[in-house]
């Protein structure tokens, strides 16, 4: 592992952070201005989100990702303490009909933002120190299996079905990489299917919203439903509305009409759509390709991973930045149906920006400790002459 690939991904990661700053300056200045009485409330608060972000992904960076796997017992404690957090959460007060935020005075924690990283770790190290026992029944699928349903369950009664599929697919995909027999694999691929189908099939919500992606009238029986069917509708018309405004240029920094209470959760799910009208096409086309820098960069550094573990924890993190992201621009080009989910680095939040920052820190930890094995290893071929 080569000291300028760790350095061009901490710059792409600056790179998104910095761009998302700038955006959420224009984004955010109305709903500031209404809630806190000045246009750059917001802003002043995620500039404190992104120097604890740096904080903690300096500390993840210069953490030794192995101690994970050497440690069980740290595991369990940060399992504990994930799950005992999204069950508390369940008993705050509702947000928009969900419970998903602890208020904790200085900020409000979102669990089930960190309970995907923990989902990463905790299988990941429960497969890599389950060695060739990965290939039977209860160690290759049921007590990974347990690990997501722990993790997935508390946030499905929020609801948060975008970060229960996160969640899944995430401790689905360290099953791959961690060796899991592929028939086990289908067992779980195919009981995942069943879940999710049965719970949008059976949620007026969720099929109002699929009918309005698609442009199809449906009786959901339930004015609730149509109600969100329409909001989805809007805001997915407000956000087509703010890309075309936007063209190829934008309109210039500050002069988004969206952002304006046109657009809900301009300065937070559909930030994206405020970023491409001000500054045009051109964003979007860089936001995308630093996203996918910062994929490449991390599957690079995947690949030259001191071990199985770190290859994993490196690709895990890698991929839930990067289906986040993508998943965020595809709703908001309307590419896939409404469903809230921040963009990372650009939607404001501090739980969001934390966990991006920590997915970040890990994956330089990944490329750190693969650097000084490879310096070690030098040094005993040296010393072995």
């Known amino acids: ?23 959420l300056s224009s984004a955010s200045q109305a709903y500031a201005l209404r809630i806190h009485g000045d246009v750059y409330g917001f802003l002043k608060r995620q500039v404190v989100y992104v120097g604890a972000g740096i904080a903690v992904a300096a500390i993840a960076a210069l953490f030794d990702y192995r101690h994970f796997r050497d440690h069980p017992a740290l595991v ?53 120190r389950s060695g ?40 689905v995909l360290m099953m791959v990489l961690g060796g899991v027999r592929w028939m086990h694999l289908m067992v779980v691929f195919f009981g995942g299917v069943a879940v999710v189908g049965a719970h949008v099939l059976t949620n ?17 029986g339930a004015q609730v439903a149509e109600g969100a069917a329409n909001r989805a509708a809007y805001q997915a018309s407000q956000a087509l509305i703010a890309l075309k405004n936007g063209g190829i240029w934008g309109v210039g920094i500050n002069q988004s009409m969206q952002k304006k209470y046109y657009l809900p959760e301009a300065h937070t799910d559909f930030i994206f759509a405020i970023g491409a009208e001000e500054l045009g ?15 490449a960069l991390a599957v690079h550094i995947a690949r030259n991973a001191a071990d ?33 989910m921040a963009l990372p680095f650009f939607s404001y939040g ?14 330089l930890s990944v490329g750190i400790q693969s650097m000084r094995e490879r310096k070690r290893a030098m040094l005993r071929k040296i010393v072995l002459r």
């Open 76 to 128: 369990v404690a940060m399992l504990v303490a994930t799950v005992a957090a999204l069950v508390l959460v369940l008993f705050s007060a509702p947000v928009n009909g969900s419970r998903r935020w602890l208020d904790l005075k200085a900020f409000n924690l979102q669990p089930s933002e960190l309970a995907k990283l923990v989902t990463v770790i905790a299988v990941a190290a429960w497969l890599d």
């Open 350 to 363: 501090g739980t969001n920006m934390i966990s991006a920052a920590l997915a970040t820190g890990m994956i």
């Open 132 to 171: 060739w026992r990965v290939g039977l029944f209860r160690n290759g699928l049921l007590w990974p299996a347990v690990i997501i349903v722990m993790m997935a369950v508390p946030v499905l009664k929020e609801p948060d079905f975008g970060s229960v599929m996160v969640i899944g697919v995430a401790g």
């Open 204 to 220: 007026a919500n969720r099929m109002a919203r699929i009918a309005a992606w698609l442009g199809i009238k449906i009786s959901v």
């Open 1 to 23: 592992m080569r000291k300028s690939a760790l350095f061009a991904f901490g710059l792409v990661a600056m790179a998104l952070v910095v761009l998302g700053l700038v955006v």
């Open 281 to 295: 096409m051109v964003f979007s086309i860089v936001v995308v390709l630093l996203f996918a820098a910062y994929f």
């Open 308 to 340: 199985r573990f770190g290859r994993s924890i490196a690709l895990g993190m890698a991929f839930i930045i990067f289906f986040q992201a993508m998943f965020n621009i595809g709703v908001v080009c309307s590419a896939l149906p409404t469903k809230g």
